[in-house]
């Protein structure tokens, strides 16, 4: 059983970066496809991004791209998203998930997330 850590978050202004992070607590991270989730208030989680295991594939939803980047340091069994350019529609709770078979797209690993509040 993997365990997922988010850290990270917080309020922050409009126009603001944040920069989140989950440690993995297993020695398997570096074959996991990862991803990170949102969900706010009232609302069904929706995806944000993936990254393979290698790091070299990256997917984005159309709401972030250009704003955030997701990227992975294996050696550290962490996950990062960079959020710039942060508006008050990106408030929600993150969750970083993992997929053990390295395809994506199924994520038995979830964190318990971490909350995101942007301010007008």
């Known amino acids: 059983q993997e365990r997922l850590v988010e850290s990270g978050g917080g309020l922050v202004q409009a126009g603001a970066s944040l920069r989140l992070s989950c440690e993995a607590s297993?020695?398997?991270?570096?074959?996991?496809?990862m991803a990170w989730f949102r969900q706010a208030d009232g609302k069904e989680r929706e995806f944000v991004a993936a990254?393979?295991?290698?790091?070299?594939?990256?997917d984005y939803a159309d709401s972030v791209k250009g704003r955030f980047t997701i990227s992975r340091d294996n050696a550290k069994s962490t996950l990062y998203l960079q959020m710039n350019s942060l508006t008050p529609e990106d408030t929600a709770v993150y969750y970083c998930?993992?997929?053990?078979?390295?395809?994506?797209?199924?994520?038995?690993?979830w964190g318990t997330g971490t909350r995101v509040t942007v301010s007008s």
């Open positions: 998930a993992g997929d053990p078979r390295g395809a994506g797209g199924v994520y038995d690993y």
């Open positions: 297993g020695r398997r991270f570096s074959s996991y496809a």
């Open positions: 990254i393979s295991w290698s790091g070299k594939n990256l």
